[in-house]
């Protein structure tokens, strides 16, 4: 079992940025694939970034050049810098793990996920 919560959100001028950061339970943490989505209101979950245990990352290109993930094994997190900050980023965004992903950009190939963490930004 993973839990996954999310930090980092917050109102922020367009322009600006964010760094969202996802702290895991578990001993295995290493081991999974770590993914980031967001979602508004009445629209479907979307994918922004992945990154694999061995720090292989994958971007929608929505965010691609003003995103950037990572993460610290030794601290059991993954982190979403998220630049250049568009009113159109505004969302929950969501953090997501799973040990064994076939389509990192899917939504439902990850099993465990956190509460989510709001950002909106103001033009």
């Known amino acids: 079992q993973v839990q996954l919560v999310e930090s980092g959100g917050g109102l922020v001028q367009a322009g600006g940025s964010l760094r969202l950061s996802c702290a895991a339970s578990?001993?295995?943490?290493?081991?999974?694939?770590m993914g980031w989505f967001r979602q508004t209101p009445g629209k479907e979950r979307e994918f922004v970034a992945a990154?694999?245990?061995?720090?292989?990352?994958t971007y929608a290109d929505s965010v691609k050049g003003r995103c950037t993930i990572s993460r610290d094994n030794a601290k059991n997190t993954v982190y979403l810098q998220i630049d250049s900050l568009k009113p159109e980023d505004t969302a929950v965004y969501y953090c997501?793990?799973?040990?064994?992903?076939?389509?990192?950009?899917?939504?439902?190939?990850?099993?465990?996920w956190g509460q989510g963490t709001q950002v909106t930004v103001s033009a």
């Open positions: 990154i694999g245990w061995s720090g292989g990352s």
């Open positions: 578990g001993r295995t943490f290493s081991r999974y694939l």
């Open positions: 997501a793990a799973d040990p064994a992903v076939i389509r990192p950009a899917m939504s439902n190939g990850y099993h465990y």
